[in-house]
């Protein structure tokens, strides 16, 4: 009964291919396809070499930290990223926040986990938590992009998902306004966990951009204040520089 509902689902609203727009149609002897054959290979996924702690692709192997590693202190153990933002990743993840493809986050979910799922074994992450968006940023759009991601991956991993747990108390500027000093002053204080107490000893943050870091080192900052052991972060897209976002 599931399978049939599922495809039925799929013929009333059929998914649209997350770098096209192409709307992907199914039958109920073949699975849906998340993308078209001819735009998998559009996005440029993030390959070696990349910074040890945040995941950003470097030009140079020898390097091991990228620019903001280095002159920049960050809270959490290590991030990973499954795209470099530009191009064709870079239009569908406006597409996904701003003109709500929400189904598109099966597909990203689908790709983090086959190329993060062991890492994420690995680290022993006990929950995910999404990136929050200010109460009247999320009426305003329907819904938290991170979130959406974030229950995909933990779907898929059987992880639970804390959507509460961290909460936004100032409604920030977009960063991509910001030059680095005012991206870190923009998002002081700007997190706060409902909780006072967390036990929990290894959390992965879930974002959809990674830029300099800023955001997540906040939230990393609020979640250990907290009281978690270990933090790492996982983005669907990361920059190479300061025009990521």
Known sequence: MKFYHRHLMNLLFPPRCPFCDRVMFSSVFLPPEFVCAACRRKAEYVREPVCKKCGKPLDDEQQEYCYDCIHHRHEFVQGKALWVYRG????????????????????????????????????????????????????????????????????????????????????????????????????????????????????????????????MNEAAVELKRSGVGEVYCLSLCIGRGYQEE
């Not at 929050?132 to 995909?152: K, T, V, Y």
């Not at 409902?194 to 000893?201: G, Y």
């Open 88 to 215: 064709s990743a870079k239009k569908s993840v406006y597409r996904f926040k701003y003109h709500g493809r929400q189904e598109y986050a099966r597909f990203y979910a689908a790709e983090l986990v086959e190329a993060y799922g062991g890492w994420i074994k690995r680290c022993g992450i006990e929950a995910l938590v999404p990136i929050p968006l200010f109460r009247r940023r999320q009426r305003q759009r329907g819904f938290n992009q991170a979130e959406r991601i974030a229950r995909e991956v933990g779907r898929r991993m059987d992880i639970p998902v804390y959507g509460k747990l961290l909460v936004r108390v100032r409604d920030t500027r977009a960063q991509k306004e910001l030059n680095d000093e005012e991206r870190k002053i923009n998002l002081k204080k700007a997190f706060k966990t409902s909780s006072n107490k967390v036990q929990l000893n290894h959390i992965l943050l879930i974002d959809d951009i990674y830029t300099t870091g800023s955001t």
